[in-house]
């Protein structure tokens, strides 16, 4: 039911969730030209447009148009985004969707409606570590040894180097979350999802508090001068609508939003904070 169904004839293609007061811009366009309406139940209401033309494919223009749909509705009051390629049958299948979901949509947008997101990526020269050059076992003494114990003191230094690399990153991860989570009411966090993109982050705010998160940013990349930072955003919070069951990112379906495909930029582009401390893992960074 909560799977966006990729290729049909026409359907439903769903931008928003809302109050079910929120008035629409006056003539807004969805897909095709085709004007974006509501569909309501109870206190809530989907924007939703019809799709004639089957599945849209994820290029860069129409994911662009997508958020800018999205982007449109955010004056107009409260809305949780909903990722792209969402499709639904017809409007009594969004109805349902809304159904299945009301509590937990009606608590995000009271939580996420009137926030916005921005989006931290860092990226590094991974260090070298003290005695990558020379691993333990090298020169005269490891010749003499045989190829098992030689294979295991590589390993073992294989192993020295990257936990000294990942400790490195934590620590990275922990500083800049302190100059910057003052700023914002949650966070996400994911470190080294690659070995060059040491911090991958997400930053709720209030919207008031956007320019002083583009301040401390600003100083933190003039204090790392050896680091690449980029701030993207501010966005909708696409990543921090809780999720349905499964764990994927989304407010009606099924399926990822991505949110690295937002244009990262070198300067910043365009509350309170949460007093829990977070734990750097090798995964995600938890509060």
Not at 113 to 141: C, N
Not at 215 to 223: H, K, N, P, S, V
Request: proline share 9%.
């Amino acid at each position: 039911m909560w799977e966006a169904r990729g290729a049909m004839a026409s359907g439903c293609y769903v931008y928003a969730i809302l109050a079910r007061e929120t008035r629409l811009p006056p003539g807004l366009r969805g897909w095709g030209g085709a004007a974006v309406s509501t569909v309501p139940w109870r206190t809530l209401a989907a924007a939703t447009s019809p799709l004639q033309s089957g599945a849209l494919r994820p290029t860069e223009e129409n994911v662009w148009r997508h958020e800018a749909i999205v982007e449109a509705l955010l004056p107009q009051g409260p809305a949780l985004p909903v990722r792209f390629g969402t499709v639904l049958a017809d409007a009594d299948a969004v109805a349902h969707a809304l159904a299945e979901r009301y509590d937990v949509l009606v608590a995000d947008l009271a939580r996420l409606g009137d926030k916005v997101e921005l989006g931290l990526s860092v990226l590094w020269d991974p260090p070298r570590t003290h005695g990558e050059e020379q691993p333990p076992g090298s020169g005269v003494a490891r010749g003499a040894q045989g190829p098992g114990a030689r294979y295991l003191q590589a390993r073992l230094a294989a192993h020295r180097r990257e936990a000294a690399v990942r400790e490195s990153a934590r620590a990275l991860a922990r500083e800049l979350d302190r100059a910057l989570s003052g700023h914002a009411l949650e966070r996400r966090c994911t470190v080294l999802p690659t070995p060059r993109l040491v911090v991958r982050a997400a930053y709720l705010l209030e919207p008031g508090h956007v320019p002083a998160f583009q301040d401390t940013f600003a100083e933190l990349r003039r204090a790392h001068p050896d680091l690449h930072l980029l701030l993207s955003g501010p966005w909708p919070p696409y990543n921090f609508v809780t999720p349905p069951e499964g764990g994927e990112q989304s407010a009606l379906s099924k399926g990822p939003h991505n949110a690295g495909r937002h244009q990262l930029t070198e300067s910043p582009n365009v509350g309170t904070s949460s007093t829990s401390d977070w734990q750097v893992m090798d995964g995600e960074v938890t509060t």
